[in-house]
């Protein structure tokens, strides 16, 4: 129920001035819908991101480790 009556609450006037507990409740859903879009994008990437550390991971092994300019001559 809160959801609807913060719904019918975001359809009112925009030039109104808001009182400072309109201000929180604003806030509040703010950090609610970012943190809720944060999760979702973080748990679809984390699938991905796995499995390109193991290409780089197994790039690695095969090709030969390159000498750093900075490295001494062996």
Request: zero cysteines; charged letters at 25%; a positive charge.
């Amino acid at each position: 129920m809160a959801l609807l009556d913060f719904l019918n609450r975001r359809n009112r006037d925009t030039t109104a001035e808001m009182s400072f507990i309109d201000h929180l409740e604003e806030l509040r859903w703010h950090i609610i819908r970012d943190s809720l879009q944060l999760m979702i994008i973080l748990s679809l990437t984390n699938g991905f991101a796995m499995r390109v550390i193991f290409f780089v991971w197994e790039i690695r092994s095969v090709w030969p480790a390159r000498r750093s300019a900075l490295s001494a001559p062996q």
